[in-house]
């Protein structure tokens, strides 16, 4: 779970995985943020997306959570290229930093304390506009930490909850 990082803002932006509606499904044991048949523990989805769209999502409404996301030019990239890798972070530091380039974040919010440790200082040096604050996983028992340690990420951005929460668009609009 230690390299899902970073969450990523840029407007215009798309998913780092996906696109347009047409999203992959889940091959791995694991949740994995862009899946969508993820039956349970989808943990930083729902917590990243009430964070920023100010309510929590159904999983029946993800398709359209991530539409949202991506046109809020918010999105993720893991650490490792497989998320399954569980070697360590280090080594995968500096190809994070080149995809970041290439995505010209306006800001990037590390997620996981372990990927903070390993990223943060390499980000900054390199230039990236990476937010100094540690945030834990939101797994099991950790969501409330990760909702005051997030919030308080986006607010050294300046970003925040929506003003116009995410709705889920009516048939006629879809």
């Not at 990476?130 to 951005?157: C, H, W, Y």
């Not at 909850?161 to 889920?168: D, F, H, I, L, M």
Request: charged share 30%; with cysteine; net charge positive.
């Amino acid at each position: 779970m230690a390299s899902r990082a970073p969450v990523q803002t840029r407007r215009g932006a798309t998913p780092a995985r996906g696109e347009g509606t047409t999203w992959p499904k889940a091959r791995r044991a694991r949740p994995v943020f862009y899946f969508l048949d993820v039956d349970r523990h989808d943990d930083l989805f729902i917590e990243v997306a009430w964070a920023l769209l100010g309510r929590k999502p159904t999983r029946a409404e993800k398709p359209d959570v991530l539409r949202r996301l991506q046109e809020m030019g918010v999105f993720l990239i893991d650490t490792r290229l497989d998320p399954d890798d569980g070697s360590s972070l280090a080594p995968h530091v500096a190809g994070l930093i080149g995809r970041c380039r290439r995505l010209r974040p306006e800001h990037v919010v590390l997620i996981a304390t372990s990927v903070y440790d390993a990223a943060y200082a390499r980000l900054e040096a390199a230039g990236i506009p990476v937010v100094d604050k540690r945030i834990a996983f939101p797994s099991t028992g950790r969501q409330g930490n990760f909702r005051r340690q997030f919030s308080e990420a986006l607010e050294m951005t300046g970003e925040s909850v929506q003003s116009q929460p995410w709705r889920r668009p009516k048939r006629h609009e879809a």
